[in-house]
Protein backbone atom coordinates (compact mmCIF):
# COMPACT_ATOMS: atom_id res chain seq x y z
CA UNK A 1 0.00 0.00 0.00
CA UNK A 2 1.21 3.00 -0.87
CA UNK A 3 1.68 5.51 2.19
CA UNK A 4 4.16 7.90 2.46
CA UNK A 5 3.46 9.70 -1.65
CA UNK A 6 6.63 10.19 -3.01
CA UNK A 7 5.61 13.33 -4.87
CA UNK A 8 9.19 13.09 -6.81
CA UNK A 9 8.28 10.21 -9.29
CA UNK A 10 4.77 8.77 -8.39
CA UNK A 11 2.85 8.74 -12.06
CA UNK A 12 1.12 5.17 -11.27
CA UNK A 13 -3.25 4.95 -10.42
CA UNK A 14 -4.31 3.48 -7.11
CA UNK A 15 -7.40 2.23 -8.66
CA UNK A 16 -6.21 -1.13 -7.27
CA UNK A 17 -6.03 -0.04 -3.92
CA UNK A 18 -8.82 0.05 -0.95
CA UNK A 19 -8.08 3.69 -0.84
CA UNK A 20 -11.56 5.07 0.31
CA UNK A 21 -13.05 8.56 2.18
CA UNK A 22 -15.91 7.06 4.49
CA UNK A 23 -17.54 9.82 6.35
CA UNK A 24 -19.60 8.43 9.48
CA UNK A 25 -22.43 10.37 11.03
CA UNK A 26 -20.30 13.82 11.44
CA UNK A 27 -21.78 16.67 13.94
CA UNK A 28 -20.58 19.72 14.24
CA UNK A 29 -21.08 23.04 15.98
CA UNK A 30 -20.24 26.53 16.25
CA UNK A 31 -21.03 28.30 19.38
CA UNK A 32 -24.72 26.42 19.87
CA UNK A 33 -25.27 26.59 16.08
CA UNK A 34 -25.32 23.29 14.57
CA UNK A 35 -23.82 23.37 10.98
CA UNK A 36 -23.47 19.21 10.39
CA UNK A 37 -26.10 17.09 11.73
CA UNK A 38 -25.25 13.57 10.66
CA UNK A 39 -23.59 13.96 7.51
CA UNK A 40 -22.50 10.43 5.67
CA UNK A 41 -20.45 9.42 2.73
CA UNK A 42 -18.61 7.22 1.16
CA UNK A 43 -15.89 7.95 -1.29
CA UNK A 44 -13.95 5.14 -3.41
CA UNK A 45 -10.87 4.65 -4.68
CA UNK A 46 -10.55 6.57 -7.89
CA UNK A 47 -13.82 8.05 -7.71
CA UNK A 48 -14.56 12.39 -8.12
CA UNK A 49 -17.83 12.99 -5.50
CA UNK A 50 -19.64 16.27 -5.90
CA UNK A 51 -21.07 18.02 -2.93
CA UNK A 52 -23.72 20.49 -3.65
CA UNK A 53 -25.93 22.26 -1.76
CA UNK A 54 -26.88 25.88 -1.05
CA UNK A 55 -24.41 28.42 0.31
CA UNK A 56 -24.16 28.74 4.28
CA UNK A 57 -24.76 24.65 4.48
CA UNK A 58 -21.58 23.63 5.96
CA UNK A 59 -19.80 22.29 2.69
CA UNK A 60 -16.79 24.00 3.45
CA UNK A 61 -17.24 22.99 7.24
CA UNK A 62 -17.33 19.29 5.91
CA UNK A 63 -14.62 19.68 3.88
CA UNK A 64 -12.44 21.21 6.53
CA UNK A 65 -13.70 18.29 8.91
CA UNK A 66 -12.02 15.38 6.47
CA UNK A 67 -8.61 17.30 6.49
CA UNK A 68 -9.19 17.76 10.30
CA UNK A 69 -9.02 20.90 9.99
CA UNK A 70 -11.59 21.51 11.92
CA UNK A 71 -12.80 18.89 14.76
CA UNK A 72 -15.82 17.21 14.57
CA UNK A 73 -18.08 16.89 17.91
CA UNK A 74 -18.67 13.11 16.84
CA UNK A 75 -18.59 10.72 14.51
CA UNK A 76 -15.73 9.53 12.25
CA UNK A 77 -13.61 9.53 9.02
CA UNK A 78 -12.03 6.55 7.73
CA UNK A 79 -9.54 6.67 5.32
CA UNK A 80 -8.55 3.38 4.23
CA UNK A 81 -11.41 1.81 6.56
CA UNK A 82 -9.05 3.22 9.46
CA UNK A 83 -10.37 5.98 11.51
CA UNK A 84 -7.78 9.31 11.30
CA UNK A 85 -9.94 10.77 14.38
CA UNK A 86 -8.03 9.82 17.19
CA UNK A 87 -4.37 10.93 15.28
CA UNK A 88 -2.11 13.38 16.15
CA UNK A 89 0.79 14.58 15.49
CA UNK A 90 3.02 12.94 12.84
CA UNK A 91 0.21 10.15 12.31
CA UNK A 92 -1.80 12.97 11.59
CA UNK A 93 0.93 15.30 9.38
CA UNK A 94 1.18 11.27 7.31
CA UNK A 95 -2.65 11.03 6.57
CA UNK A 96 -2.49 14.90 5.36
CA UNK A 97 0.58 14.63 2.93
CA UNK A 98 -1.26 12.01 1.05
CA UNK A 99 -3.92 14.49 0.76
CA UNK A 100 -4.45 17.80 -1.04
CA UNK A 101 -6.77 20.65 -0.23
CA UNK A 102 -7.97 23.47 -2.60
CA UNK A 103 -8.91 26.41 -0.14
CA UNK A 104 -12.34 28.43 -1.28
CA UNK A 105 -10.27 31.04 -1.35
CA UNK A 106 -7.10 30.20 -2.54
CA UNK A 107 -5.21 30.77 0.39
CA UNK A 108 -2.27 31.30 -1.54
CA UNK A 109 0.96 32.94 0.54
CA UNK A 110 0.69 36.57 0.25
CA UNK A 111 4.34 36.87 1.58
CA UNK A 112 5.30 35.15 -1.37
CA UNK A 113 5.21 35.30 -5.56
CA UNK A 114 3.17 32.82 -7.62
CA UNK A 115 5.95 30.75 -8.05
CA UNK A 116 7.10 30.45 -4.48
CA UNK A 117 3.83 29.73 -3.60
CA UNK A 118 3.78 26.51 -6.30
CA UNK A 119 7.57 25.88 -5.28
CA UNK A 120 6.89 26.07 -1.46
CA UNK A 121 5.23 22.62 -0.63
CA UNK A 122 7.98 21.10 -3.21
CA UNK A 123 10.77 23.33 -1.16
CA UNK A 124 9.62 22.24 2.50
CA UNK A 125 8.67 18.46 1.45
CA UNK A 126 10.98 17.10 -1.07
CA UNK A 127 14.75 16.26 -1.67
CA UNK A 128 14.21 17.83 -5.50
CA UNK A 129 17.65 20.06 -6.82
CA UNK A 130 16.41 23.59 -8.01
CA UNK A 131 16.67 22.21 -11.41
CA UNK A 132 13.89 19.70 -10.86
CA UNK A 133 11.38 22.03 -8.17
CA UNK A 134 12.10 24.54 -11.35
CA UNK A 135 10.70 22.21 -14.13
CA UNK A 136 7.72 21.41 -11.83
CA UNK A 137 6.73 24.30 -10.90
CA UNK A 138 6.78 25.77 -14.58
CA UNK A 139 4.71 22.53 -15.69
CA UNK A 140 2.09 23.15 -13.55
CA UNK A 141 1.98 26.66 -14.17
CA UNK A 142 1.55 25.91 -17.98
CA UNK A 143 -1.22 23.29 -17.14
CA UNK A 144 -3.72 25.82 -15.54
CA UNK A 145 -2.69 28.45 -17.78
CA UNK A 146 -0.32 31.13 -15.81
CA UNK A 147 2.81 30.48 -17.53
CA UNK A 148 4.84 33.93 -17.39
CA UNK A 149 2.99 35.14 -14.07
CA UNK A 150 4.98 33.54 -12.06
CA UNK A 151 6.66 36.63 -10.66
CA UNK A 152 3.38 38.16 -9.76
CA UNK A 153 2.24 38.46 -5.84
CA UNK A 154 -1.32 37.13 -5.39
CA UNK A 155 -2.79 40.53 -4.79
CA UNK A 156 -1.60 41.20 -8.31
CA UNK A 157 -3.65 38.90 -9.75
CA UNK A 158 -7.57 38.19 -10.84
CA UNK A 159 -9.59 36.11 -8.30
CA UNK A 160 -9.51 33.15 -11.01
CA UNK A 161 -6.07 33.29 -11.56
CA UNK A 162 -5.44 32.85 -7.65
CA UNK A 163 -7.59 29.78 -8.08
CA UNK A 164 -5.68 28.39 -10.41
CA UNK A 165 -2.31 29.58 -8.78
CA UNK A 166 -3.49 27.87 -5.86
CA UNK A 167 -4.97 24.60 -7.58
CA UNK A 168 -1.37 24.26 -9.11
CA UNK A 169 0.30 24.35 -5.44
CA UNK A 170 -2.24 20.94 -4.36
CA UNK A 171 -1.67 19.62 -7.99
CA UNK A 172 2.44 19.86 -7.65
CA UNK A 173 2.63 17.14 -4.72
CA UNK A 174 0.44 14.95 -6.33
CA UNK A 175 -2.16 13.80 -3.95
CA UNK A 176 -3.94 11.08 -3.88
CA UNK A 177 -7.11 12.15 -2.59
CA UNK A 178 -8.30 16.26 -2.94
CA UNK A 179 -10.62 18.18 -1.71
CA UNK A 180 -11.54 21.01 -3.74
CA UNK A 181 -13.62 23.61 -1.86
CA UNK A 182 -15.17 25.33 -4.86
CA UNK A 183 -12.36 25.58 -7.47
CA UNK A 184 -14.08 27.03 -10.01
CA UNK A 185 -16.36 29.39 -8.70
CA UNK A 186 -15.88 32.90 -10.04
CA UNK A 187 -13.88 31.87 -13.07
CA UNK A 188 -15.77 32.58 -16.74
CA UNK A 189 -17.77 29.92 -18.18
CA UNK A 190 -14.24 28.83 -20.38
CA UNK A 191 -12.05 28.66 -17.77
CA UNK A 192 -15.10 26.68 -15.28
CA UNK A 193 -14.50 24.03 -18.35
CA UNK A 194 -11.14 24.22 -18.22
CA UNK A 195 -10.59 23.09 -14.49
CA UNK A 196 -12.96 20.68 -15.05
CA UNK A 197 -10.89 19.27 -17.81
CA UNK A 198 -7.85 19.75 -15.55
CA UNK A 199 -9.67 17.47 -12.39
CA UNK A 200 -10.88 14.88 -14.66
CA UNK A 201 -6.91 14.83 -16.94
CA UNK A 202 -5.78 14.39 -12.87
CA UNK A 203 -7.79 12.09 -12.23
CA UNK A 204 -7.05 9.85 -15.29
CA UNK A 205 -3.43 10.57 -14.86
CA UNK A 206 -2.74 10.11 -11.07
CA UNK A 207 -5.65 8.45 -10.24
CA UNK A 208 -6.52 10.70 -7.42
CA UNK A 209 -9.79 10.72 -5.36
CA UNK A 210 -11.53 14.24 -5.17
CA UNK A 211 -14.27 15.65 -3.38
CA UNK A 212 -15.37 18.80 -4.89
CA UNK A 213 -17.41 21.30 -3.81
CA UNK A 214 -19.39 22.92 -6.62
CA UNK A 215 -21.69 25.49 -7.50
CA UNK A 216 -21.82 24.59 -11.35
CA UNK A 217 -24.63 23.00 -12.39
CA UNK A 218 -25.26 21.05 -14.35
CA UNK A 219 -21.42 21.22 -15.99
CA UNK A 220 -20.57 19.40 -12.91
CA UNK A 221 -22.95 16.21 -13.66
CA UNK A 222 -19.75 15.71 -16.53
CA UNK A 223 -17.05 15.67 -14.02
CA UNK A 224 -18.44 13.57 -10.91
CA UNK A 225 -19.13 10.04 -10.66
CA UNK A 226 -21.51 10.58 -7.96
CA UNK A 227 -23.19 13.43 -6.17
CA UNK A 228 -24.22 14.31 -2.68
CA UNK A 229 -26.58 17.45 -1.92
CA UNK A 230 -25.98 19.00 1.36
CA UNK A 231 -29.28 20.77 3.42
CA UNK A 232 -29.67 21.61 6.40
CA UNK A 233 -26.93 19.72 7.77
CA UNK A 234 -27.69 16.54 6.19
CA UNK A 235 -26.72 14.82 3.09
CA UNK A 236 -30.40 14.54 1.75
CA UNK A 237 -29.85 12.73 -1.17
CA UNK A 238 -26.59 10.92 -2.84
CA UNK A 239 -26.44 9.25 -6.65
CA UNK A 240 -25.44 9.55 -9.74
CA UNK A 241 -25.07 12.46 -11.69
CA UNK A 242 -28.36 10.92 -13.31
CA UNK A 243 -29.67 10.38 -10.27
CA UNK A 244 -29.62 13.50 -8.90
CA UNK A 245 -30.34 15.37 -12.47
CA UNK A 246 -33.60 13.10 -12.29
CA UNK A 247 -34.02 13.75 -8.53
CA UNK A 248 -37.45 12.80 -6.48
CA UNK A 249 -36.74 14.83 -3.88
CA UNK A 250 -38.30 18.19 -4.09
CA UNK A 251 -35.51 20.62 -2.56
CA UNK A 252 -32.90 18.62 -4.82
CA UNK A 253 -34.94 19.43 -7.96
CA UNK A 254 -35.71 22.88 -7.26
CA UNK A 255 -31.93 23.05 -6.30
CA UNK A 256 -30.98 21.25 -9.22
CA UNK A 257 -33.95 23.12 -11.77
CA UNK A 258 -33.31 26.11 -10.45
CA UNK A 259 -29.94 26.78 -10.66
CA UNK A 260 -29.46 25.14 -14.38
CA UNK A 261 -32.51 27.56 -15.17
CA UNK A 262 -31.11 30.74 -14.09
CA UNK A 263 -27.65 29.65 -15.97
CA UNK A 264 -28.88 29.25 -19.22
CA UNK A 265 -30.96 32.39 -18.61
CA UNK A 266 -27.58 34.09 -18.00
CA UNK A 267 -28.43 34.25 -13.79
CA UNK A 268 -25.29 33.09 -12.66
CA UNK A 269 -22.11 34.22 -14.08
CA UNK B 1 -34.80 33.27 41.06
CA UNK B 2 -33.35 34.19 37.86
CA UNK B 3 -32.72 37.72 39.17
CA UNK B 4 -30.58 36.60 41.80
CA UNK B 5 -28.88 33.70 39.83
CA UNK B 6 -27.98 36.32 37.26
CA UNK B 7 -25.22 38.13 38.87
CA UNK B 8 -23.74 34.87 40.32
CA UNK B 9 -23.77 33.34 36.84
CA UNK B 10 -22.42 36.10 34.99
CA UNK B 11 -19.47 36.47 37.53
CA UNK B 12 -19.06 32.15 37.07
CA UNK B 13 -18.66 32.58 33.22
CA UNK B 14 -16.65 35.37 33.07
CA UNK B 15 -13.89 33.68 35.75
CA UNK B 16 -14.92 30.35 33.67
CA UNK B 17 -13.73 32.38 30.28
CA UNK B 18 -10.55 33.74 32.08
CA UNK B 19 -9.32 30.41 33.10
CA UNK B 20 -10.00 28.71 29.97
CA UNK B 21 -8.25 31.60 27.98
CA UNK B 22 -5.13 31.21 30.69
CA UNK B 23 -5.40 27.75 29.84
CA UNK B 24 -5.02 28.30 26.09
CA UNK B 25 -2.49 30.83 26.18
CA UNK B 26 -0.35 28.32 28.69
CA UNK B 27 -0.80 25.11 25.99
CA UNK B 28 0.19 27.75 23.21
CA UNK B 29 3.38 28.86 24.89
CA UNK B 30 4.04 24.99 25.90
CA UNK B 31 3.11 24.51 22.08
CA UNK B 32 5.98 26.84 20.83
CA UNK B 33 8.16 26.13 22.68
CA UNK B 34 7.93 22.41 21.83
CA UNK B 35 8.81 23.25 18.21
CA UNK B 36 11.84 25.81 19.04
CA UNK B 37 13.41 22.61 20.18
CA UNK B 38 12.46 20.32 17.29
CA UNK B 39 14.46 20.71 14.71
CA UNK B 40 14.64 21.74 11.83
CA UNK B 41 14.98 25.24 12.31
CA UNK B 42 13.49 27.57 9.64
CA UNK B 43 16.72 29.74 10.18
CA UNK B 44 16.16 32.21 7.17
CA UNK B 45 13.04 33.18 8.49
CA UNK B 46 14.53 34.20 11.71
CA UNK B 47 17.27 36.21 10.23
CA UNK B 48 13.97 37.87 8.47
CA UNK B 49 12.14 38.72 11.99
CA UNK B 50 15.66 39.73 13.37
CA UNK B 51 15.40 42.17 10.46
CA UNK B 52 11.63 42.95 11.49
CA UNK B 53 11.64 43.14 14.30
CA UNK B 54 15.23 44.06 15.65
CA UNK B 55 17.22 46.15 12.89
CA UNK B 56 13.56 48.52 12.02
CA UNK B 57 13.39 49.05 15.26
CA UNK B 58 16.56 50.53 16.40
CA UNK B 59 15.96 54.33 15.18
CA UNK B 60 12.90 54.17 17.21
CA UNK B 61 14.72 52.50 20.56
CA UNK B 62 17.71 55.55 19.95
CA UNK B 63 15.15 58.11 19.87
CA UNK B 64 13.75 57.00 23.28
CA UNK B 65 16.52 55.92 24.91
CA UNK B 66 18.03 59.63 24.03
CA UNK B 67 14.99 61.24 25.24
CA UNK B 68 14.84 58.97 28.58
CA UNK B 69 18.77 59.69 29.36
CA UNK B 70 17.86 63.40 29.43
CA UNK B 71 14.97 63.36 31.15
CA UNK B 72 16.35 61.30 34.09
CA UNK B 73 19.14 64.27 33.95
CA UNK B 74 17.24 66.67 34.62
CA UNK B 75 14.78 65.09 37.35
CA UNK B 76 17.54 62.95 39.27
CA UNK B 77 20.09 65.64 39.36
CA UNK B 78 16.80 68.23 40.42
CA UNK B 79 16.74 65.40 43.25
CA UNK B 80 20.36 64.66 44.31
CA UNK B 81 20.70 68.73 44.45
CA UNK B 82 18.33 68.53 47.33
CA UNK B 83 20.78 66.07 49.74
CA UNK B 84 23.50 67.47 47.80
CA UNK B 85 24.32 64.72 46.47
CA UNK B 86 24.92 65.64 42.48
CA UNK B 87 27.95 63.86 41.67
CA UNK B 88 25.98 60.61 42.07
CA UNK B 89 23.74 61.41 39.02
CA UNK B 90 25.93 58.69 36.63
CA UNK B 91 25.21 55.42 38.57
CA UNK B 92 21.64 56.74 39.65
CA UNK B 93 21.06 57.19 35.51
CA UNK B 94 22.96 54.01 35.00
CA UNK B 95 21.74 51.85 37.91
CA UNK B 96 17.33 53.05 36.72
CA UNK B 97 17.90 52.71 33.26
CA UNK B 98 20.23 49.00 33.26
CA UNK B 99 17.98 47.70 35.86
CA UNK B 100 14.40 48.63 35.08
CA UNK B 101 13.90 51.58 32.48
CA UNK B 102 15.72 50.03 29.77
CA UNK B 103 14.33 47.01 29.47
CA UNK B 104 10.60 47.62 30.27
CA UNK B 105 10.37 50.99 27.73
CA UNK B 106 12.48 49.36 25.02
CA UNK B 107 9.66 46.83 25.47
CA UNK B 108 6.89 48.21 25.63
CA UNK B 109 8.35 50.51 22.33
CA UNK B 110 8.85 47.22 20.39
CA UNK B 111 5.44 45.66 21.68
CA UNK B 112 3.82 49.09 19.84
CA UNK B 113 5.83 48.84 16.69
CA UNK B 114 6.56 44.81 16.14
CA UNK B 115 4.02 43.11 18.51
CA UNK B 116 1.12 45.02 16.76
CA UNK B 117 1.98 44.02 13.22
CA UNK B 118 2.58 40.52 14.41
CA UNK B 119 -0.91 40.00 15.76
CA UNK B 120 -2.05 41.61 12.44
CA UNK B 121 0.05 39.49 10.29
CA UNK B 122 -0.93 36.71 11.64
CA UNK B 123 -4.41 37.48 11.82
CA UNK B 124 -4.58 38.17 8.79
CA UNK B 125 -2.84 34.56 8.48
CA UNK B 126 -5.36 33.43 9.42
CA UNK B 127 -8.79 34.54 8.48
CA UNK B 128 -7.88 34.11 4.89
CA UNK B 129 -6.97 30.69 5.58
CA UNK B 130 -3.17 30.10 5.11
CA UNK B 131 -2.76 28.83 8.65
CA UNK B 132 -5.21 26.30 7.43
CA UNK B 133 -2.91 26.15 4.35
CA UNK B 134 -0.06 25.22 6.73
CA UNK B 135 -1.95 22.82 8.42
CA UNK B 136 -2.93 20.84 5.10
CA UNK B 137 0.85 20.68 3.70
CA UNK B 138 1.84 18.98 7.17
CA UNK B 139 3.20 21.83 7.83
CA UNK B 140 3.54 23.26 11.19
CA UNK B 141 2.35 27.10 11.54
CA UNK B 142 4.71 26.71 14.72
CA UNK B 143 7.46 26.28 12.85
CA UNK B 144 6.73 28.82 10.15
CA UNK B 145 5.20 30.93 12.23
CA UNK B 146 5.87 31.65 15.99
CA UNK B 147 9.00 30.17 16.21
CA UNK B 148 11.29 32.11 14.07
CA UNK B 149 8.85 35.12 15.89
CA UNK B 150 10.09 33.56 19.38
CA UNK B 151 14.16 33.64 18.39
CA UNK B 152 14.10 37.01 16.92
CA UNK B 153 12.82 38.08 19.69
CA UNK B 154 15.31 36.35 21.87
CA UNK B 155 17.88 37.79 19.86
CA UNK B 156 16.53 41.47 19.88
CA UNK B 157 15.17 42.31 23.27
CA UNK B 158 18.33 42.16 24.76
CA UNK B 159 20.05 44.05 21.74
CA UNK B 160 17.99 46.14 21.55
CA UNK B 161 17.60 46.72 25.20
CA UNK B 162 21.43 47.07 25.32
CA UNK B 163 21.07 49.99 22.48
CA UNK B 164 18.75 51.60 24.59
CA UNK B 165 20.84 51.78 27.85
CA UNK B 166 23.60 53.28 26.31
CA UNK B 167 22.13 55.89 24.29
CA UNK B 168 19.78 56.34 27.58
CA UNK B 169 23.16 56.71 29.66
CA UNK B 170 24.66 59.20 26.81
CA UNK B 171 21.64 61.40 26.76
CA UNK B 172 22.09 61.57 30.90
CA UNK B 173 25.89 62.50 30.01
CA UNK B 174 24.44 65.27 27.64
CA UNK B 175 22.27 66.88 30.67
CA UNK B 176 24.70 66.18 33.66
CA UNK B 177 28.06 67.52 32.10
CA UNK B 178 27.24 69.62 28.82
CA UNK B 179 24.06 71.38 30.51
CA UNK B 180 24.21 71.29 34.10
CA UNK B 181 28.13 71.37 34.43
CA UNK B 182 29.45 68.27 36.02
CA UNK B 183 32.47 66.87 35.43
CA UNK B 184 32.68 63.92 32.67
CA UNK B 185 35.73 62.13 35.19
CA UNK B 186 32.69 61.96 37.90
CA UNK B 187 29.64 60.77 35.74
CA UNK B 188 31.58 57.99 34.32
CA UNK B 189 33.96 56.47 36.82
CA UNK B 190 30.41 56.75 39.22
CA UNK B 191 28.91 54.61 36.93
CA UNK B 192 31.85 51.79 36.69
CA UNK B 193 31.94 52.40 40.38
CA UNK B 194 28.51 51.11 41.00
CA UNK B 195 26.91 48.93 38.38
CA UNK B 196 27.92 45.55 38.81
CA UNK B 197 27.65 42.76 37.01
CA UNK B 198 24.23 41.22 38.32
CA UNK B 199 22.71 44.81 37.21
CA UNK B 200 23.46 44.20 34.00
CA UNK B 201 22.27 40.28 34.37
CA UNK B 202 19.02 41.69 36.12
CA UNK B 203 18.52 44.10 32.93
CA UNK B 204 19.11 41.12 30.36
CA UNK B 205 16.84 38.32 32.05
CA UNK B 206 14.28 41.01 32.45
CA UNK B 207 14.85 42.13 28.12
CA UNK B 208 14.40 37.80 27.33
CA UNK B 209 11.03 37.84 29.78
CA UNK B 210 9.78 40.77 27.64
CA UNK B 211 10.35 39.32 24.63
CA UNK B 212 8.63 35.66 24.93
CA UNK B 213 6.00 37.47 26.62
CA UNK B 214 5.45 39.99 23.33
CA UNK B 215 5.52 37.10 20.82
CA UNK B 216 3.50 34.57 23.44
CA UNK B 217 0.75 37.05 23.35
CA UNK B 218 1.09 39.26 19.54
CA UNK B 219 1.36 35.04 18.33
CA UNK B 220 -1.44 33.75 20.71
CA UNK B 221 -3.89 36.48 19.81
CA UNK B 222 -3.27 37.00 16.22
CA UNK B 223 -3.72 33.00 15.66
CA UNK B 224 -7.17 33.21 17.51
CA UNK B 225 -8.02 36.36 15.80
CA UNK B 226 -11.93 36.39 15.47
CA UNK B 227 -13.70 36.92 11.99
CA UNK B 228 -13.02 39.27 9.24
CA UNK B 229 -11.02 42.36 9.76
CA UNK B 230 -13.04 43.57 13.08
CA UNK B 231 -11.11 40.10 14.57
CA UNK B 232 -8.31 41.33 13.26
CA UNK B 233 -8.22 44.88 14.72
CA UNK B 234 -9.52 43.18 17.83
CA UNK B 235 -6.67 40.89 18.14
CA UNK B 236 -4.21 43.63 17.79
CA UNK B 237 -5.16 45.74 19.93
CA UNK B 238 -5.81 43.71 22.76
CA UNK B 239 -2.62 41.66 22.11
CA UNK B 240 -0.78 45.57 22.57
CA UNK B 241 -2.94 46.31 25.62
CA UNK B 242 -2.08 42.59 27.00
CA UNK B 243 1.32 42.34 26.55
CA UNK B 244 2.16 45.68 27.61
CA UNK B 245 0.08 45.18 31.03
CA UNK B 246 1.86 41.60 31.19
CA UNK B 247 5.36 43.19 31.11
CA UNK B 248 4.82 45.54 33.81
CA UNK B 249 3.17 42.99 36.15
CA UNK B 250 5.69 40.44 35.28
CA UNK B 251 8.31 43.41 36.11
CA UNK B 252 6.98 44.17 39.32
CA UNK B 253 7.31 40.19 40.14
CA UNK B 254 10.72 39.69 38.69
CA UNK B 255 11.87 42.52 40.94
CA UNK B 256 10.33 41.55 43.95
CA UNK B 257 12.23 37.89 43.35
CA UNK B 258 15.64 40.13 41.95
CA UNK B 259 16.05 42.76 44.59
CA UNK B 260 16.41 39.64 47.08
CA UNK B 261 19.34 37.53 45.43
N1 LIG C 1 -14.64 28.68 12.11
C1 LIG C 1 -15.96 28.93 12.23
N2 LIG C 1 -16.44 29.47 13.38
C2 LIG C 1 -17.75 29.70 13.53
N3 LIG C 1 -18.68 29.45 12.59
C3 LIG C 1 -18.28 28.92 11.42
C4 LIG C 1 -16.89 28.63 11.19
N4 LIG C 1 -16.78 28.11 9.95
C5 LIG C 1 -18.03 28.07 9.43
N5 LIG C 1 -18.93 28.55 10.31
C6 LIG C 1 -20.37 28.64 10.09
O1 LIG C 1 -20.81 27.41 9.53
C7 LIG C 1 -21.78 27.63 8.55
C8 LIG C 1 -21.41 26.91 7.28
O2 LIG C 1 -20.28 27.52 6.71
P1 LIG C 1 -19.59 26.97 5.38
O3 LIG C 1 -19.19 25.58 5.58
O4 LIG C 1 -18.52 27.94 5.05
O5 LIG C 1 -20.75 27.06 4.30
P2 LIG C 1 -20.68 26.72 2.75
O6 LIG C 1 -21.61 25.59 2.55
O7 LIG C 1 -21.13 27.94 2.04
O8 LIG C 1 -19.26 26.37 2.44
C9 LIG C 1 -21.93 29.13 8.38
O9 LIG C 1 -23.10 29.53 9.05
C10 LIG C 1 -20.71 29.68 9.07
O10 LIG C 1 -21.03 30.90 9.69
MG1 LIG D 1 -17.85 27.29 1.42
Redesign the interface.
Known amino acids: MNKSPSPSGRGGCNLGDLLMIEVKNIHKSFDGQAVLKGVSLTVETGEIFAVIGGSGQGKSVLLKVIMRLLEADSGDILIDGKSIRGLRGQALYKMRDRAGYLFQGGALFDSMTIYENIAFPLREKTKLSKKEINARVEEELEKVGLSGMGHKYPEEVSGGMKKRAAFARVLVMRPEVVLFDEPTTGLDPILVDSVHRLILWGKKTYGFTAVIVSHEIPEIFGVADRIGMLSGGVMIETGTPDEIRNSRVPEVRRFVRGLSEEVSAGGIA | MDYILAIPRSIGTAVLDVLQETGDMFLFLGRTLYWTFTPPLKVNRVVRQIGFMGARSTALIVLTGAFTGMILGLQIYYTLQKFGAEAYLGPAIALSVIRELGPVLSALMIIGRAGSALSAEIG??RI???V??L?????SPFRYLMVPNMLAALVSFPLLGAIFNVVAIYGGYLIGVKLLGLSAGTYFSGIKDFVGYKDIRDGMIKSLCFGVIMIWVSCYKGYNTGHGAEGVSRATTTSVVMASTLVLVWDYFLNSVMLNF
Open positions: IMTEQDAESMSL
